[in-house]
């Protein structure tokens, strides 16, 4: 079954702007991370979150865990036109699978 | 210095045949994945291996068989393909056989069966 949920599914935005986007999941996790797509590439890891941590930075990210809403939100401030990309949630549970949630669909306009 | 590579970038085949993609990992990991990716996105993983060994086993067809002659490699064979396998397939390697850690992604594999 999904772990994860993300909402919105689609966000478009103005280069400059923040963007927030959220994951819901329903099962005790390890960590949490999020990882980047952009179109017909891979994905590209960019911040892993573990249970007892409630918030990391990593340059223009901001990532935030709150274990008892099970959610997570990932910040990305003062977009730029290349940040158009999916971004993916990804659950673990100790010892388990990664899971990854339905994505996010950044557009960010010039 | 590719990290994670995969052959081939596209693959257009009839139904029936039978067909592989290859993957390699050059970063000394020792757990390798595979995922499919939906036309809507959705990413579920397939299979794992830690060291040649089989790790997870998702509800896949017996179709699909996945091969590790070493741990820098693991290969994905699909027999008789059929319309529903059309999807991207990716490559992963991370280090430690949890699952929890960093993965690392190769380009895809985009299969489209006619």
């Known amino acids: 079954s999904q772990q994860g949920e993300e909402d919105p599914q689609a966000l478009s935005i103005q280069e400059g702007e923040n963007a927030t986007m959220n994951c819901s999941y329903k099962?005790?996790?390890?960590?949490l991370q999020w990882y980047r797509q952009n179109s017909g590439r891979g994905l590209v890891h960019l911040i892993l979150i573990r249970s007892n941590e409630r918030e990391k930075h990593s340059g223009r990210l901001r990532v935030t865990l709150d274990t008892s809403k099970k959610s997570s939100s990932l910040l990305i401030t003062a977009s730029r036109a290349a940040d158009t990309a999916s971004y993916f949630c990804?659950?673990?549970?100790?010892?388990?699978?990664?899971?990854f949630g339905q994505g996010t669909e950044l557009s960010v306009k010039p | 210095d590719t990290a994670v590579s995969q052959t081939p970038k596209y693959l257009v085949t009839q139904m029936g045949n039978d067909k592989s993609i290859k993957c390699e990992q050059n970063l000394g990991h020792d757990t390798m994945y595979w995922y499919k990716q939906d036309s809507k996105k959705f990413l579920k993983i397939m299979f794992s291996y830690n060291n040649k060994e089989l790790i997870i086993n998702e509800t896949v067809p017996n179709r699909f068989s996945p091969k590790s002659p070493d741990k820098a490699h693991l290969n994905l064979h699909i027999n008789s393909l059929e319309l529903g396998d059309s999807a991207v397939y990716f490559c992963a390697s991370s280090q430690g056989k949890g699952g929890g850690n960093e993965q690392f992604f190769g380009p895809g594999t985009r299969l489209t069966v006619l």
């Open positions: 990804a659950t673990s549970s100790l010892g388990g699978k990664l899971i």
């Open positions: 099962t005790s996790i390890n960590n």
